[in-house]
């Protein structure tokens, strides 16, 4: 048996015999493999998830602003439209040849304070998000009557909404607005299932309903006498003359670059085309500060799970040095004092890292159907990524670098000492 | 590697060493010359240099001037490595107290050297077919029953026990010389005794050369010769 296998046979053995706190150095190790491992994945998955806020649609169109209000308003429901759209362009845009599908959006009212959103049944039917997922019916169906809502998972949470509640919507966007639609009250046809979404927080409501709401409204207050009621308001013609915004399907997305320049350029009123996609990025460019602090701060924790053992090979250095001139007597040179000590810091390290992975997988396995249906993030098991394994190979290598510090220190030891040590 | 040869064992010539420039030598030795097969009691008071000369006798430390030759190799001229490879593959030693790797089993303590000596290990095998089997044929004649002791750790062993695992260990391989530094100072005095005639027994089977120092005076019963550490170091009145 060669002497460095014999010296790295030692090295396990010491360890069991100091199992208590060996054995809490690499959970502790464990426990910020796993926290980093899993900030890591949480943060990918929610980068690709809010990228992914909106898919399958090419182009939104609102209003000439910037694009990420644009895409504040109309995708998440943040802020306000500075000006509407005629229904006379959304009806041109919509026949080009180049246009699949073309999906009226309309906000400005609220519900308790969820935003109400008109749209029509097609907008269930085209909306995608995630890896294009459609959208999904926990209970009920899209609109059928003028009168018909349909609730994000949250709103029907938040609110105990059930199918056949009913829903009056208030004008405007204060959450207790004096002045409400009270006279015709929606009806909740369907509720969503979760999708980690915008949508999740949104009444939708049919656009003709939010058109019926306002007949008898005029800049923003109730026209003094006037009083149509809902089943009068059913008879009217309730086609829009202005809304918020649409969503845009292509029938190819490599016409989507020339649809978006001849929407910019659209001559009767001046509009703005975004990709959801592009604008998205620069909204994530924005906030996604935050994601870099997560990262610095679950590598601290790594660094504090590291100091750890540094901190237990360094205090027990000083009862071992009997056992280091031990070896020294039976041939050892402080090289393989140093080798001892180093590949425990490597071992601990190791053991840290595939203890923290298992438990991060462990952790998915039992977290991911909640995760899901709370937070409508999806986190996918799969094989850990080159970028984990970058980070463990970086874990491990602050392991060996913190390990040579007590090595090189039982290594003078063990010059000094000899084979005798002097108390 | 047996100690059967005969002529010089250990042979220091002029032999000075202090731990820093400057400070007054620890060890200022002319002369000391021990046979080959010598058992040699060397008597010397605590802090007289006797650890230090044990360092420089096992190439752990190495003297400033003067030579040290060991069954005729001059370890003194090596380099650090070889001079550890030569304790390793020459001399076993036998300490005081906690002379065992506390979480290893009894056999692998006595096997330890092998792992750093290929020629102790060869010669361990030869002996008894491997060094484990040799581990445990030393462990009985020190009338240790190695599947009594069992695989638990040697620090479980009561001192005489584990002083007993200290001298296999020190005879495993056949070492030419073997040195004990105060291996009794912990035994109460039966035994000590019985530890002595063990270790006498054992030394001469393997043929080796002993060198046993200690502080304690009235010990000296069954060595060839006893020197007083005082009379050939220079410095230790110093």
Redesign the interface.
């Known amino acids: 048996?060669s002497?460095l296998k014999?010296?790295l046979a030692?090295t396990p053995?010491?360890l069991?015999?100091r199992r208590v706190t060996a054995g809490l150095t690499v959970f502790a190790i464990a426990v910020s493999v796993m926290l980093v491992l899993g900030v890591e994945k949480v943060r990918h998955e929610a980068k690709a998830s809010f990228a992914n806020t909106i898919s399958g649609t090419d182009l939104i169109v609102g209003a000439r602003s910037g694009s990420i209000q644009l895409l504040l308003y109309a995708v998440f429901r943040i802020g306000n439209a500075t000006n509407n759209i005629s229904w006379k362009s959304y009806q041109a845009i919509a026949e080009r040849r180049d246009v699949a599908w073309a999906v009226p959006i309309s906000l400005g009212d609220s519900h308790r304070g969820f935003r109400v959103m008109g749209t029509t049944a097609d907008y269930f039917r085209h909306y995608r998000y995630g890896t294009k997922r459609p959208l999904k019916f926990r209970a009920g169906q899209p609109f059928d009557d003028v009168f018909d809502a349909v609730v994000g998972a949250d709103v029907a949470r938040a609110l105990g909404y059930e199918l056949g509640d009913p829903i009056v919507v208030a004008h405007g966007l204060g959450a207790a607005g004096f002045s409400s639609h009270a006279d015709k009250p929606f009806k909740v046809a369907g509720v969503l299932a979760k999708t980690g979404t915008p949508v999740d927080r949104t009444v939708h409501v049919t656009l003709a309903g939010i058109e019926a709401i306002h007949v008898d409204w005029r800049g923003g207050s109730r026209v003094p006498g006037l009083t149509i009621t809902a089943e009068q308001v059913r008879r009217m013609d309730l086609t829009p003359k202005s809304i918020t915004a649409f969503m845009v399907g292509l029938k190819s997305r490599l016409s989507a670059f020339a649809v978006q320049r001849a929407i910019n350029g659209h001559s009767r009123e001046p509009l703005l085309a975004i990709l959801p996609g592009v604008a998205l990025q620069e909204l994530w460019d924005l906030i996604g500060t935050a994601e870099t602090a997560l990262a610095a701060v679950s590598m601290f924790v790594v660094a504090g799970g590291l100091l750890g053992m540094l901190t237990m090979l360094l205090s027990g250095l000083n009862e071992r040095r009997?056992?280091m001139a031990?070896?020294?007597?039976?041939?050892?040179?402080?090289?393989h004092v140093f080798v001892m000590l180093i590949s425990e810091s490597a071992l601990i390290s190791l053991a840290g890292s595939a203890l923290g992975v298992a438990m991060l997988y462990a952790g998915l396995l039992i977290g991911q159907p909640i995760i899901d249906a709370r937070f409508g993030l999806y986190l996918p098991i799969a094989p850990p990524s080159a970028a984990d394994l970058t980070i463990l190979a970086l874990v491990f290598s602050a392991g060996l670098v913190a390990g040579a510090l007590p090595a090189y220190r039982a290594y003078r030891h063990s010059v000094a000492d000899?084979?005798?040590v002097?108390t | 590697m047996s100690g059967t040869t005969s002529g010089t064992m250990i042979d220091l010539r002029d032999v000075r060493f202090r731990w820093r420039p400057g400070d007054d030598p620890v060890i200022d030795i002319a002369g000391l010359t021990v046979a080959a097969g010598e058992k040699l009691f060397i008597k010397g008071p605590s802090g007289g240099g006797k650890t230090t000369l044990l360092n420089l006798l096992g190439g752990v430390a190495r003297p400033e001037a003067g030579r040290i030759a060991i069954a005729g190799t001059e370890i003194t001229a090596l380099a650090g490595a070889r001079r550890d490879a030569f304790r390793a593959d020459h001399i076993g030693f036998v300490f005081q107290m906690f002379n065992l790797i506390p979480y290893l089993s009894p056999v692998d303590n006595v096997v330890l050297p092998c792992h750093f000596s290929a020629a102790r290990a060869a010669a361990a095998a030869a002996r008894s077919g491997s060094p484990a089997a040799e581990a445990r044929r030393l462990l009985g004649q020190m009338e240790l029953d190695a599947d009594a002791l069992g695989p638990g750790p040697a620090a479980e062993l009561s001192t005489g026990q584990q002083q007993r695992v200290a001298v296999a260990r020190s005879l495993i391989g056949a070492p030419a010389l073997v040195i004990a530094d105060e291996p009794t100072s912990a035994l109460d005095h039966d035994t000590r005794a019985a530890f002595m005639d063990l270790l006498f027994r054992e030394v001469a089977a393997a043929g080796a050369t002993l060198l046993f120092v200690s502080h304690a005076a009235g010990r000296e019963a069954g060595f060839d010769r006893t020197l007083a550490l005082t009379d050939i170091n220079r410095s230790a009145a110093a």
């Open positions: 048996m002497t014999a010296i030692l053995r010491s069991v015999n009997r056992e031990i070896l020294r007597a039976v041939g050892a040179r402080p090289a000899g084979m005798v002097r």
